[in-house]
């Protein structure tokens, strides 16, 4: 053969393998409002900067008349590329190759391109659009997750994972976004859960639909399995470029600076908080009026709403916020409360982002529920969170801080390095109702008039320690600030602890309460 | 995923706040006290034997059904000592969740 028939060859080989299921089953992905997996690579990454791997792949199964079948790519599209610049390793499963159906091999190509993710240190995409193990290819099908899942265990807190749920993702097959730090969901293409509709139909009786069981709005809302909604593809990809521009390649550098940027005019931070403290506001508008361009990239944002997390910058520095929300459930901590701020604050530390948290909360919610889902337990997440975190931890006590709440959220008893409050701060061991109901119990109980008692005590209570002078003058706070001096406190203490070294005894990992 | 005002109140520690109510939080169902005088499935299966009569006195551990699901039959025994009040189920009857399926006096 000459080189031109052998090119030629080549270019037919190359066309048929990209073609992937054939152009029925492309029509038909499409129908469904679902892009090929090619497409969204392309949409997903910086222009031209794909480079494709393992195309030839073929498989190995002989069983059930697949000997003679040719499945193109063996239904997944792996290479590296860019996105916003940022090198990453990346996965789409092909949905129009044999449902996306995961074998020994289409597992080998995933497996392959995280090894190279980590060897490279850099950022894993992978898109997830299959209808679950292929059953042709039996047990080993179930070995390529199992292989999957070990190497997300391996890369976790070593180079960010990120999961895009594209289409069904049912089974064990959850199980590998389970085990990444970000996961995305569309509406009405995102499909997620272990046991479908059917299975739950005949062995419980219960009729739902998958929409109902494990669609976007579910696993964003309710469940907390996914970190992002969007309403179409390419507003999902969009969040996908926005989330990479604020973490770095891997957990030995720290995320690329920007250019620092002011906040944007008009956000009065003093006429945000109501001075009835029992008013809620939105805590948002406080990250906003303080970060770089008022830009708050908001993670998990309907899901466990009582406490807001997210990415924004100060003075071009990326920084992880966490903060109660007043707004919702009067910013208490709780189960899923709990349980969303901890693995974000894991997420900061492991990946060298300095942590913020902005502190008003009642305390813990109370009611039967929490105390039965294990609230303890979960509760103590966030304490082991910010205790085991060493990257920069600068705290902002707004309003209440009260008892359990005050500590758990990055006290300077669980290694704040900074620890500021507005004046407006109230720092106390509980609420002035609930402290003057205990500490004047007699008095409430014996005076001919209990409720003005009651009132009268409350107030004594409230102008004497609902304050943030006696924390000051304990040393438990490092200084009172307005909101106004707040962006340039913060600015200053991420700059000033640039070069912060802090470090723990050695052991070959903690154990905390999961 | 609303943006409304809906103010609700919630009480913690005797003070009461004004905010909005998650929507688990909204849908959470009050606690109720199990009753130990009822046997209900917690799974829904088919039982497969009946091992006690009505009037019948049962000793904690008894075994009372035998109740299929999951892929398993399952030994449904007493909880507590007590006598056989009504039995409200039959063998090869099929049950769901929640069902009562043997009440005790």
């Known amino acids: 053969m000459s080189l031109r028939q052998k090119l030629r060859d080549f270019f037919n080989r190359r066309e048929a393998a990209i073609t992937g299921g054939g152009l029925k089953a492309i029509e038909k992905q499409v129908a469904l409002g679902k892009l090929p997996a090619r497409e969204r690579i392309k949409f997903l990454l910086d222009p031209d900067t794909f480079h494709e791997y393992d195309l030839f792949v073929e498989h190995r199964c002989h069983d059930f008349g697949m000997d003679n079948k040719q499945l193109a790519a063996d239904g997944v599209v792996t290479g590296t590329g860019k996105i916003s610049g940022h090198p990453v390793c990346i996965f789409a499963q092909d949905f129009t190759v044999a449902g996306g159906s995961l074998g020994l091999m289409h597992a080998r190509k995933i497996t392959k391109i995280m090894d190279h993710a980590m060897k490279l240190g850099i950022p894993l995409i992978g898109i997830n659009d299959s209808g679950g193990a292929r059953i042709q290819e039996g047990v080993n099908s179930l070995a390529g997750y199992g292989e999957i899942f070990f190497r997300n265990t391996l890369a976790s807190g070593v180079i960010p994972q990120i999961s895009v749920i594209l289409g069904p993702c049912a089974g064990g097959a959850v199980y590998s976004p389970a085990l990444t730090d970000f996961v995305f969901v569309v509406d009405k293409i995102s499909k997620m859960f272990i046991t479908g509709p059917e299975v739950i139909k005949t062995v419980l009786g219960e009729e739902i639909s998958m929409e109902e069981l494990g669609g976007a709005r579910v696993q964003t809302e309710i469940s907390g399995n996914a970190h992002f909604y969007a309403e179409s593809e390419q507003e999902c990809f969009e969040q996908i470029k926005k989330l990479v521009t604020f973490i770095p390649w891997n957990n030995r550098k720290k995320a690329d600076p920007f250019q620092a940027r002011k906040p944007k005019p008009g956000l009065d931070i003093e006429g945000i908080i109501p001075p009835e403290p029992m008013k809620p506001y939105d805590v948002r508008n406080i990250i906003r009026a303080v970060c770089d361009d008022s830009d708050f990239f908001e993670v998990q944002k309907y899901w466990a709403a009582n406490i807001v997390i997210g990415f924004a910058r100060l003075a071009g520095e990326t920084v992880g916020i966490i903060a109660n929300q007043p707004l919702v459930l009067a910013g208490v901590l709780d189960v899923d409360s709990s349980d969303k701020a901890a693995r974000f604050i894991r997420f900061c530390d492991a990946f060298n982002i300095p942590l913020v948290t902005f502190v008003d909360l009642p305390g813990y919610l109370p009611g039967v529920d929490q105390e039965h889902a294990g609230v303890i337990r979960h509760g103590a997440k966030v304490l082991y969170a910010y205790s085991e975190a060493t990257v920069p931890k600068i705290t902002v006590i707004l309003r209440k801080a009260y008892g359990g709440g005050y500590i758990a959220m990055c006290s300077r008893h669980l290694g704040a390095d900074f620890v500021f409050a507005w004046p407006t701060a109230e720092i106390a061991v509980m609420g002035p109702e609930g402290a003057a109901n205990i500490i004047f119990k007699a008095e409430i109980a014996s005076s001919p008039n209990p409720d003005a008692m009651r009132r009268a005590k409350v107030e004594e209570y409230t102008e004497k320690f609902a304050n943030p002078y006696i924390a000051a003058a304990n040393g438990h706070i490092d200084a009172v600030i307005t909101p106004r001096e707040t962006r340039g406190c913060l600015i200053h203490a991420i700059e000033i602890s640039a070069e912060k070294h802090e470090s723990r005894p050695t052991k070959k990992h903690g154990i905390p309460p999961f | ?105």
């Open chain 2, 1 to 105: 995923m609303n943006d409304g005002p809906d103010l609700k109140t919630l009480v913690i520690d005797g003070a009461a706040y004004q905010t909005r109510y998650t929507r688990k939080f909204a849908c959470r169902k009050p606690y109720v006290a199990p009753d130990a005088t009822t046997l209900v499935a917690r799974i829904p299966g088919v039982i497969l034997t009946v091992h006690v009569r009505r009037g019948q006195r049962v000793k904690r551990g008894d075994p009372l059904l035998v109740l299929e699901a999951m892929k398993m039959k399952n030994d449904l025994t007493a909880a507590h000592d007590g006598v056989v009040k009504t039995i409200h189920v039959e063998e090869g009857q099929m049950v769901a969740k929640g069902q009562l399926l043997i009440e005790f006096s």
